[in-house]
């Protein structure tokens, strides 16, 4: 069964740094790619960063700049890199593993599963 595990949310002040964590058993990141999003009260669920089991990656336009996407292959972890974070910034997030496609290619998109964390939350102070 798929398993995510995710970690390091916590309390930050504007401008300031974390690196999210997602551990994951039972897939392979660098098949099925993996996406992180986020979450506020009374909001979609919004997808923030993504990269693709090739390696390609894109970025929501309120991000871009500041958060990075990536991945340990040994560890099968991905990583979000969050620095120069803001106050609206603010939220749970969470990362989701790639589904399986029948024919990918090293332009195959990352398409959402229904694997998911649990969730950390990262709150921005001003």
């Known amino acids: 069964q798929v398993q995510l595990v995710e970690s390091g949310g916590g309390l930050v002040q504007a401008g300031g740094s974390l690196r999210l964590s997602c551990a994951a058993s039972?897939?392979?990141?660098?098949?099925?790619?993996m996406g992180w999003y986020r979450q506020v009260p009374g909001k979609q669920r919004e997808l923030v960063a993504s990269i693709t089991g090739a390696g390609n990656t894109n970025y929501a336009d309120s991000v871009k700049g500041r958060f990075t996407i990536s991945r340990d292959n040994a560890k099968n972890t991905g990583y979000l890199q969050m620095n120069s974070l803001k106050p609206e910034d603010t939220a749970v997030y969470y990362c989701?593993?790639?589904?399986?496609?029948?024919?990918?290619?090293?332009?195959?998109?990352?398409?959402?599963?229904?694997?998911w964390g649990q969730g950390t939350q990262v709150t921005v102070s001003s």
């Open positions: 989701n593993v790639g589904r399986a496609l029948f024919n990918p290619t090293r332009y195959s998109p990352y398409i959402p599963s229904d694997y």
């Open positions: 039972g897939t392979d990141f660098r098949v099925n790619g």
